[in-house]
């Protein structure tokens, strides 16, 4: 079975402080999708990153990087610089290689993170 | 429109009523999805189709009955719902079920 842990259930932080989300997840496939997605008060899920298990190299976007790591089942989330509008539930999320009735993805319970000016 | 609406943004429906969500895809994606989100649980999955083939039910009730007449469409129709099935129900699209999903703004659902 697949799980996803973000054990941070809110985070409070200063504007222009830096903050990372935590991820752990739980597979027992070899190929494996890895997803970041950010739920604004709208409540729209806005899709942010996704990884292949295949593909560990880190990724830079902006003020946002992903810090991909197999050997300790991690995919953590940094903000830099944080911005009052970065405040917003994020989820993590874990697809398998789909097929056989496992196209869904599994999501984490989202970190509330709040930026206050 | 452009990516994923669905209609209505909120609903509120007795037990015994019958009602149906709505959601279109503008995308050009061949899977959709339907997911719940309420205050107790994470995200669950409910419905997955793929080609208008439902390939995944996620031990949904049955008084939850998905409808996929084409890759753009998929409904949702309701009947004598509890009042715990009262969350937000999101619907997604995906060009292949492997690929990232994209989101509607969700229906607010509230069970008297």
């Known amino acids: 079975a697949q799980k996803v842990t973000q054990a941070q259930t809110e985070i409070s932080v200063v504007e222009k402080e830096d903050v990372t989300l935590d991820c752990v997840y739980e597979?027992?496939?070899?190929?494996?999708?890895l997803f970041w997605y950010k739920q604004p008060p709208s409540g729209e899920l806005v899709f942010l990153i996704r990884r292949n298990s295949f593909d560990e190299q880190n990724e830079i976007s902006g003020r946002y990087s992903w810090n991909f790591q197999k050997s300790t089942s991690s995919f953590n989330f940094t903000i830099t610089a944080s911005q009052v509008v970065d405040s917003a539930v994020y989820f993590c999320?874990?697809?398998?290689?789909?097929?056989?009735?496992?196209?869904?993805?599994?999501f984490g319970k989202g970190t509330h993170l709040i930026i206050q000016p | 429109e452009t990516g994923v609406t669905q209609t209505p943004r909120h609903l509120v429906m007795g037990m015994t009523n019958k009602k149906s969500l709505k959601c279109e895809q503008h995308l050009g994606h061949n899977a959709m999805y339907w997911y719940k989100q309420s205050a107790k649980k994470p995200l669950e999955l409910m419905f997955v189709?793929?080609?208008?083939?439902?390939?995944e039910n996620n031990s949904v009730p049955s008084r939850f009955s998905p409808e996929c007449p084409n890759s753009s469409h998929l409904f949702l129709h309701l009947h004598t719902l509890q009042p715990e099935d009262s969350a937000l129900y999101l619907c997604?699209?995906?060009?292949?079920?492997?690929?990232?999903?994209?989101f509607g703004p969700g229906t607010r659902l509230t069970v008297l």
């Open positions: 597979t027992r496939d070899t190929t494996y999708y």
């Open positions: 999320a874990l697809k398998g290689p789909g097929g056989g009735g496992a196209d869904g993805l599994t």
């Open positions: 997604a699209s995906s060009q292949d079920p492997r690929d990232e999903q994209f």
């Open positions: 189709y793929n080609f208008k083939e439902q390939t």
